[in-house]
């Protein structure tokens, strides 16, 4: 149980970690994006049309207001540091459980954060249902994680004893 325990999370912080250094140099990765799919504003796919208009405006959003990327470079700061918290839970799921219960509930909060503001912001529907889906598809290994602590503390008390 030890060992699935830090897979699952390693894995997990891994993934939080990846989609936080991404947040880096998002004009750059929808260049690519763009110029890998050959997108052009004469696609009929919604996709394509909204990777061109993001890119298109994070281009403008930089060229004249280049401090307006400091919001996301703080977002990616934001992912490692939570990945810092999360390596109290890698080595002691038992005694750290509140930071996999803490992930859990921010999981959960990714839902309504994503309908209320994506509305707010007009993000496409289709695209917060994509935010959405980072919450739901990041608590099946945190519940997991659960589950086994849960298990270690009744099974064996704390996980380094």
């Known amino acids: ?35 890998a799919g050959h997108m052009s504003y004469n696609d009929r796919g919604s996709f394509n049309l909204w990777i ?46 509140w930071i996999i219960k803490a992930g859990l509930i921010a999981c959960a909060m990714v839902i309504p954060l994503a309908m209320v503001c994506g509305t707010v912001r007009s993000i496409p529907l289709g695209w917060r249902m994509i935010d959405c889906s980072f919450g739901i598809i990041g608590a099946i290994p945190l519940y997991y994680c659960l589950r086994l602590a849960k298990a270690l503390e009744k099974n064996h008390g704390s996980f380094h004893k």
Request: aromatic share 14%; net charge positive; hydrophobic share 55%.
């Open 52 to 97: 061109l208009t993001v890119r298109d405006g994070l281009r403008a959003s930089y060229a004249k207001y280049p401090w307006i990327g400091y919001g996301t470079d703080w977002l990616a700061f934001a992912h490692v540091v939570l990945v810092v918290f999360f390596i109290g839970a890698f080595r002691d799921p038992v005694r750290n459980i």
């Open 1 to 35: 149980m030890r060992r699935k325990v830090r897979v699952v999370l390693g894995m997990f912080m891994a993934g939080l970690l990846l989609s936080g250094l991404t947040a880096f140099p998002l004009e750059r990765e929808l260049d690519l994006v763009a110029s």
